[in-house]
């Protein structure tokens, strides 16, 4: 019995379209995790929602947990594009932090509603409940979550997700590892390593650290970084993620080629990946 991660879409900020993006995906952030006994917990729910809706029917109609760290729009949007929440076979719990200018219900409402959407989500023949993340972290099933707080402009939670078959990973989406306090690395060091280094580190890498300079403040981490923190921390697998819009297939290959000779470990997510965890 395994815990299974499947990748809906990892691209950072905008989705990329054409030819050019075909071997990483060009759709935002959203991932689908299965646990050891069939629990099914989305992580953020970009526009690779589409098709984690499609692994998703391919199995029994019942509970899924959709996890936020955010609700910028690249990491909200694919609700809109879920046929799941029309059929009252589903059941959809979103769980997801507050931050000061709201929390989930506020988001998921708010984009499900006119004038951004045609149909309410009141309307929605699915059961949709919403909860916030609790401070002591979740339990879904045999999957414990916890979170801690990551620097990012409006707020974002990094998590970890461990399952009762031994497996465990980290999800540290939208994190500007250079911004942080003593207090924020602290907290996410003791995330990687407690009670032991997490199997797999899945971590935002839309820069390199050449061009960190001139992008202070927009919320994100270089691929070195990523690297760095799970040699720190003992993990040995990463899964470099949120990769920038404007980088295709030719661009991704090449850092993948630097990634991997810097860390065998490591390697870039590619949309409609299935990994065993």
Not at 75 to 92: A, C, Q, R, V
Not at 211 to 240: M, P
Request: glycine fraction near 12%; charge should be negative.
């Amino acid at each position: 019995m395994t815990m299974r991660l499947f990748i809906g879409g990892m691209r950072g900020s905008q989705p990329a379209l054409g030819s050019r993006f075909d071997e990483f995906g060009g759709d935002t952030t959203s991932l689908l995790l299965v646990g050891s006994h069939g629990e099914r917990l989305v992580l953020d729910a970009g526009t690779g929602m589409r098709a984690i809706s499609e692994q998703l029917a391919q199995t029994e109609s019942g509970r899924v947990t959709v996890l936020f760290s955010h609700y910028h729009l690249d990491h909200l949007i694919g609700l809109t594009m879920n046929p799941l929440l029309y059929s009252p076979k589903w059941s959809f719990n979103f769980i997801g932090p507050t931050f000061a200018d709201g929390g989930v219900h506020d988001a998921v409402t708010g984009l499900l509603a006119q004038p951004y959407w045609p149909i309410s989500w009141k309307q929605m023949r699915a059961k949709i409940e919403f909860t916030e993340f609790p401070a002591e972290g979740i339990q879904v099933g045999g999957l414990h979550v916890q979170g801690c707080p990551v620097p990012h402009p409006g707020g974002s939670l990094a998590y970890r997700v461990s399952d009762t078959g031994g497996a465990s990973l980290v999800f540290a989406t939208d994190i500007e590892w250079q911004k942080r306090t003593p207090a924020d690395e602290t907290a996410f060091r003791m995330l990687c390593t407690t009670p032991a280094p997490a199997n797999l580190l899945i971590i935002d890498a839309h820069f390199g650290r050449e061009q960190q300079e001139a992008f202070v403040g927009w919320g994100h981490t270089s691929w070195q970084d990523g690297l760095e923190i799970a040699a720190s921390t003992g993990i040995q697998r990463v899964l470099l993620g949120h990769h920038a819009p404007g980088a295709d297939d030719a661009a991704l290959r090449a850092l993948e080629q630097q990634v991997k000779n810097a860390s065998p470990g490591a390697a870039l997510a590619r949309a409609g990946q299935w990994i065993v965890i």
